[in-house]
């Protein structure tokens, strides 16, 4: 299945045109203005042909390496004419392929992709037939996703359907995968002769283990062969289709993409386009060997890409601009691979095209120097030209950068939209220290991969089981259990919360609730864990993580150096101010009773007016420096803390807390009533430890305070949003500001921050008329979407967010 497209027809000049030079603009257009997102069934074919060839003849691992290379071997390659860097994850750009051994759509699942307004995926009839006719009847009880909702317990249903906690694990699989360098360092072939030396060391005396790290090491052989392939079969069409072109400039062209597909994957890249070349390729092949939650990024781009670029620079067969133009050709491909296909509540918790692919821009070097470079400022330069939604990008702060580089980063970000966000290298290194990793890997490999994630590239496997509904906890214990939701009882009933004599009596029926929650999430996280080691290994992604192919263990069941899984936890301003109302007002002050408290939330307010008035406006509020409701925070971080962190997995990972929510903040505001810090029914909670919206009324500064008396050095990475209309942060002065701020924030240890600079105004005209701002990106939570591409709800908190003032 071969395939080349070229297009001639002339651009539309009423559309934005970007990029350094007219390949670039070109290749742009066609990736945001001429791409239409669709199902690519190509690869469901394929892997289901495999499968009924191999399936039961084999171990897993092999069968998976096996049907890998199948892939690699006969599926579609594209060509776009003037293209630099090669390889889709579809059979073009915007083609997402769908992975029916972990979730087999139904038609119906097909109809919802094509028909929706937002996030949608056009399916033809065919692709429809092949789903009915070939994928269903093989996939429908084998994927993993219909096995899982037989095997899990009817109380793990029953929170997760009234919108307590998500779970990541059933439509995709393990992922938040960061590379380090060593693709840029080895070739395939390197890695199939160190794969090849394990196994002659094998000692069968060790018994199964031994015919366990056999198959496992074939299955590592065997990807790794399909990827030469991959490389291989370009370097192939590249000179047929110079054979074909009467256009002396692409026949040149395609010439060289063939001597670079000459080199990479099979050998280590020797030149900067090679190094792209070879990372991309690398990325191709994670994301189809497996559907990984939140894709596969570079990690420290600008240091893997620093020794290629010194070197051609001073050699003279590369200029700035050449390097320059092969970064942007690069994001216009990561650009191009949507995230795949979700449905359901999955759709709801990350409800974008955006798979999450962060560069880290800036970071430390392994000595603990600054790693700032030419490179870095190339990066800076491409993001604000091209101004796309993928790659989500980032810059690592340390008290080592030099000013020169966060002032340029904040210009980036002062554009309004979104991007890059700003992350604390100290706080990273220490973050990754504190879990247990050497100084050394956390120096040379701390990176920020997902929305704020913290882990070690090319060493982790940290993957994130789901979000966590923190302030739902507290509804359940103020209805006994029972879900208005739902109209099913899901938690435990601990008594009429009426008949409480102290705060601390109600406190306890909190923490009791969240640990009930906990539990079964917990239990459930652990099957699902165990169905992954069983039966759906990554030999690819084991490859080229350490310490894999020395364990002869996969990368999901334990092989990595690192194994981490993470809870992410929202809504914990809303939770602290809750308590904070019933606290100040029901046991100190007696403002009210619980039982008035109750009539008002069940009434969403309606008739409370007084009592709403107490609670929403002259009750403490995390996010202006007051200590009486950041003394709360502090209480409920400590407490999801001692619930969740340090949990060991079947796997051996263990469990981490982290704050951040994708667009999972709106579905869980959805399926919740009114709460006691006078949030409305249904209204959608603030965004990692973003206060509530409306509640921090103080500055940015007070922000930063009540922020950073969360131990944020204890966590895998918490999200802090701040919103400034553009004149605020104008200028040179304006530049002062911002960069003050984030150095004063990671003074005192935080995580992370991010800046939507926008003015309030333009939003409601956009959510008006769509039509009057059809570019308009906005940052959400840990990465940028278009404006139009949100639904209502999420427009709505993104306007009402507190717009900050210096």
Same mark, same amino acid.
């Given at each position: 299945?071969?395939?080349?497209?070229?297009?001639?027809?002339?651009?539309?000049?009423?559309?934005?045109?970007?990029?350094?030079?007219?390949?670039?603009?070109?290749?742009?257009?066609?990736?945001?203005?001429?791409?239409?997102?669709?199902?690519?069934?190509?690869?469901?074919?394929?892997?289901?042909?495999?499968?009924?060839?191999?399936?039961?003849?084999?171990?897993?691992?092999?069968?998976?390496?096996?049907?890998?290379?199948?892939?690699?071997?006969?599926?579609?390659?594209?060509?776009?004419?003037?293209?630099?860097?090669?390889?889709?994850?579809?059979?073009?750009? $915007?083609?997402?392929?769908?992975?029916?051994?972990?979730?087999?759509?139904?038609?119906?699942?097909?109809?919802?992709?094509?028909?929706?307004?937002?996030?949608?995926?056009?399916?033809?009839?065919?692709?429809?037939?092949?789903?009915?006719?070939?994928?269903?009847?093989?996939?429908?009880? =084998?994927?993993?996703?219909?096995?899982?909702?037989?095997?899990?317990?009817?109380? $793990?249903?029953?929170?997760?359907?009234? +919108?307590?906690?998500?779970?990541?694990?059933?439509?995709?699989?393990?992922?938040?995968?960061?590379?380090?360098?060593?693709?840029?360092?080895?070739?395939?072939?390197?890695?199939?002769?160190?794969?090849?030396?394990?196994?002659?060391?094998?000692?069968?005396?060790?018994?199964?283990?031994?015919?366990?790290?056999?198959?496992?090491?074939?299955?590592?052989?065997?990807?790794?062969?399909?990827?030469?392939?991959?490389?291989? =079969?370009?370097?192939?069409?590249?000179?047929?289709?110079?054979?074909?072109t009467d256009d002396p400039q692409w026949k040149k062209e395609l010439l060289e993409l063939a001597a670079v597909c000459d080199v990479v994957p099979r050998y280590k890249p020797q030149t900067f386009r090679q190094?792209?070349?070879?990372?991309?390729?690398?990325?191709?092949?994670?994301?189809?060997?497996?559907?990984?939650?939140?894709?596969?990024?570079?990690?420290?781009?600008?240091?893997?890409?620093?020794?290629?670029?010194?070197?051609?620079?001073?050699?003279?067969?590369?200029?700035?601009?050449?390097?320059?133009?092969?970064?942007?050709?690069? $994001?216009?491909?990561?650009?191009?691979?949507?995230?795949?296909?979700?449905?359901?509540?999955?759709?709801?918790?990350?409800?974008?095209?955006?798979?999450?692919?962060?560069?880290?821009?800036?970071?430390?070097?392994?000595?603990?120097?600054?790693?700032?470079?030419?490179?870095?400022?190339?990066?800076?330069?491409?993001?604000?030209?091209?101004?796309?939604?993928?790659?989500?990008?980032?810059?690592?702060?340390?008290?080592?950068?030099?000013?020169?580089?966060?002032?340029?980063?904040?210009?980036?970000?002062?554009?309004?939209?979104?991007?890059?966000?700003?992350?604390?290298?100290?706080?990273?290194?220490?973050?990754?220290?504190?879990?247990?990793?050497?100084?050394?890997?956390?120096?040379?490999?701390?990176?920020?991969?997902?929305?704020?994630?913290?882990?070690?590239?090319?060493?982790?496997?940290?993957?994130?089981t789901g979000y966590l509904n923190v302030p739902k906890v507290l509804e359940l214990v103020m209805n006994r259990g029972f879900d208005k939701y739902t109209g099913k009882q899901v938690g435990l009933d601990l008594?009429?919360?009426?008949?409480?004599?102290?705060?601390?009596?109600?406190?306890?029926?909190?923490? /009791?609730?969240?640990?009930?929650?906990?539990?079964?999430?917990?239990?459930?996280?652990?099957?699902?864990?165990?169905?992954?080691?069983?039966?759906?290994?990554?030999?690819?992604?084991?490859?080229?993580?350490?310490?894999?192919?020395?364990?002869?263990?996969?990368?999901?069941?334990?092989?990595?150096?690192?194994?981490?899984?993470?809870?992410?936890?929202? +809504?914990?301003?809303?939770?602290?101010?809750?308590?904070?109302?019933?606290?100040?007002?029901?046991?100190?002050?007696?403002?009210?009773?619980?039982?008035?408290?109750?009539?008002?939330?069940?009434?969403?307010?309606?008739?409370?007016?007084?009592?709403?008035?107490?609670?929403?406006?002259?009750?403490?509020?995390?996010?202006?420096?007051?200590?009486?409701?950041?003394?709360?925070?502090?209480?409920?971080?400590?407490?999801?803390?001692?619930?969740?962190?340090?949990?060991?997995?079947?796997?051996?990972?263990?469990?981490?807390?982290?704050?951040?929510?994708?667009?999972?903040?709106?579905?869980?505001?959805?399926?919740?009533?009114?709460?006691?810090?006078?949030?409305?029914?249904?209204?959608?909670?603030? /965004?990692?430890?973003?206060?509530?919206?409306?509640?921090?009324?103080?500055?940015?500064?007070?922000?930063?305070?009540?922020?950073?008396?969360? /131990?944020?050095?204890?966590?895998?990475?918490?999200?802090?949003?701040?919103?400034?209309?553009?004149?605020?942060?104008?200028?040179?002065? +304006?530049?002062?500001?911002?960069?003050?701020?984030?150095?004063?924030?990671?003074?005192?240890?935080?995580?992370?921050?991010?800046?939507?600079?926008?003015?309030?105004?333009?939003?409601?005209?956009?959510?008006?008329?769509?039509?009057?701002?059809?570019?308009?990106?906005? =940052?959400?939570?840990?990465?940028?979407?278009?404006?139009?591409?949100?639904?209502?709800?999420?427009?709505?908190?993104?306007?009402?967010?507190?717009?900050?003032?210096?």
């Amino acid at each position: 299945m071969t395939a080349t497209l070229e297009r001639t027809d002339q651009f539309d000049t009423k559309k934005m045109r970007r990029g350094s030079t007219e390949r670039i603009k070109r290749l742009r257009e066609i990736s945001e203005y001429e791409s239409e997102p669709c199902i690519s069934i190509e690869r469901a074919v394929l892997l289901t042909e495999a499968y009924k060839k191999w399936e039961g003849t084999c171990s897993a691992p092999v069968l998976r390496g096996r049907a890998f290379k199948y892939i690699m071997e006969n599926r579609t390659l594209y060509l776009e004419k003037g293209g630099l860097i090669v390889g889709e994850k579809g059979h073009k750009p $915007w083609a997402a392929p769908t992975f029916p051994e972990l979730c087999c759509h139904t038609l119906e699942d097909f109809d919802n992709m094509h028909n929706r307004d937002r996030v949608f995926f056009k399916t033809t009839e065919e692709d429809r037939k092949i789903q009915e006719e070939i994928i269903i009847p093989y996939w429908e009880n =084998r994927a993993l996703m219909t096995r899982m909702n037989e095997m899990l317990p009817k109380e $793990w249903h029953l929170l997760f359907e009234s +919108g307590l906690y998500t779970e990541f694990l059933m439509q995709r699989g393990p992922g938040h995968t960061v590379g380090d360098g060593k693709v840029y360092q080895y070739g395939y072939e390197d890695f199939i002769k160190r794969i090849d030396e394990e196994i002659a060391n094998i000692d069968f005396n060790e018994g199964m283990e031994a015919f366990d790290k056999l198959e496992e090491l074939k299955g590592m052989r065997l990807v790794c062969e399909g990827m030469i392939i991959f490389g291989e =079969r370009y370097a192939v069409l590249a000179r047929e289709e110079a054979e074909k072109t009467d256009d002396p400039q692409w026949k040149k062209e395609l010439l060289e993409l063939a001597a670079v597909c000459d080199v990479v994957p099979r050998y280590k890249p020797q030149t900067f386009r090679q190094a792209l070349q070879t990372y991309w390729f690398t990325h191709i092949g994670v994301t189809v060997e497996m559907n990984n939650w939140d894709a596969y990024s570079p990690g420290k781009l600008d240091q893997h890409l620093e020794p290629f670029y010194n070197k051609e620079i001073e050699e003279g067969t590369l200029t700035r601009e050449e390097a320059r133009e092969l970064l942007e050709n690069f $994001w216009i491909q990561f650009n191009n691979q949507p995230a795949p296909p979700k449905v359901g509540i999955t759709l709801k918790e990350s409800a974008t095209y955006t798979d999450f692919c962060n560069i880290n821009t800036g970071a430390l070097r392994p000595d603990g120097t600054s790693g700032v470079s030419e490179v870095s400022y190339l990066i800076l330069e491409v993001m604000s030209e091209m101004r796309l939604l993928q790659p989500s990008s980032n810059v690592q702060i340390s008290r080592k950068t030099p000013e020169k580089f966060l002032r340029q980063a904040l210009k980036v970000s002062r554009e309004g939209w979104g991007q890059p966000a700003i992350y604390n290298s100290e706080a990273i290194i220490q973050e990754l220290i504190n879990m247990g990793k050497s100084i050394d890997d956390a120096r040379e490999s701390g990176v920020a991969s997902g929305c704020v994630e913290t882990g070690v590239a090319g060493k982790e496997a940290y993957v994130l089981t789901g979000y966590l509904n923190v302030p739902k906890v507290l509804e359940l214990v103020m209805n006994r259990g029972f879900d208005k939701y739902t109209g099913k009882q899901v938690g435990l009933d601990l008594g009429d919360p009426k008949d409480f004599k102290s705060y601390e009596e109600f406190y306890q029926a909190v923490y /009791d609730q969240l640990k009930y929650v906990v539990d079964v999430k917990v239990a459930g996280n652990n099957l699902i864990e165990k169905m992954y080691m069983n039966t759906m290994p990554v030999p690819l992604l084991s490859v080229i993580t350490d310490d894999c192919i020395k364990n002869g263990k996969d990368y999901n069941n334990g092989g990595s150096r690192y194994n981490t899984s993470y809870i992410q936890c929202v +809504g914990v301003a809303t939770l602290t101010d809750s308590l904070a109302a019933v606290k100040k007002n029901v046991f100190e002050e007696n403002n009210f009773t619980m039982e008035q408290l109750l009539s008002a939330l069940e009434d969403n307010f309606e008739g409370h007016e007084k009592l709403f008035d107490t609670v929403y406006n002259e009750t403490p509020k995390y996010g202006n420096d007051d200590d009486y409701a950041d003394n709360i925070l502090r209480n409920v971080v400590d407490l999801l803390q001692d619930i969740i962190a340090g949990r060991t997995t079947p796997k051996g990972s263990k469990t981490i807390v982290e704050f951040l929510p994708t667009t999972c903040h709106v579905y869980f505001g959805q399926v919740m009533g009114a709460s006691a810090n006078g949030r409305k029914a249904g209204v959608s909670l603030p /965004d990692g430890i973003s206060p509530e919206k409306g509640a921090d009324r103080n500055g940015p500064t007070a922000v930063i305070k009540s922020a950073a008396k969360i /131990d944020q050095l204890k966590t895998g990475g918490a999200l802090l949003n701040q919103k400034f209309s553009p004149s605020v942060v104008a200028g040179e002065k +304006g530049i002062d500001s911002l960069a003050s701020l984030v150095r004063s924030y990671f003074a005192m240890d935080g995580h992370h921050i991010q800046f939507n600079v926008i003015d309030r105004d333009i939003l409601i005209e956009a959510q008006k008329d769509p039509n009057l701002y059809p570019e308009l990106i906005v =940052r959400v939570a840990g990465y940028s979407d278009y404006f139009n591409n949100l639904d209502k709800d999420l427009q709505d908190e993104i306007i009402n967010r507190t717009e900050q003032s210096f």
